[in-house]
Nanobody, 124 residues
């Protein structure tokens, strides 16, 4: 079992930055692929970014490419999402997810564990 706790959300103006963190506990973290998803008001949850266990395989949704950066620190059992040049359309609850596989994908079913989410609100 893996427990995931997100932090770092908040209210920011358009063009600003936030750094989300996701702390994992409960079982070895370093072999899990990790992902970030988000759910905007009235919309389905969508993929944002993913990172393999080694950090060598990274993939972003087109909507955040060039603005968001996913990274991980296996020694700290933590994955990060650096979000720059935020836009109002980035407003959502952001979820961290862990897969049992070493390399994850972009679909929700590929992830076995989920955090409770952290709210990000971007004002115009």
């Amino acid at each position: 079992q893996v427990q995931l706790v997100e932090s770092g959300g908040g209210l920011v103006q358009a063009g600003g930055s936030l750094r989300l963190s996701c702390a994992a506990s409960g079982r070895p973290f370093s072999r899990n692929a990790m992902g970030w998803f988000r759910r905007a008001p009235g919309k389905e949850r969508e993929f944002v970014a993913r990172i393999s266990w080694s950090g060598s395989n990274i993939y972003y949704a087109d909507s955040v490419k060039g603005r968001f950066t996913i990274s991980r620190d296996n020694a700290r059992n933590t994955v990060y999402l650096q979000m720059n040049n935020l836009k109002p359309e980035d407003t959502a609850v952001y979820y961290c997810a862990a897969a049992t596989a070493a390399v994850g994908g972009e679909a929700e079913y590929e992830y076995d564990y989920w955090g409770q989410g952290t709210q990000v609100t971007v004002s115009s």
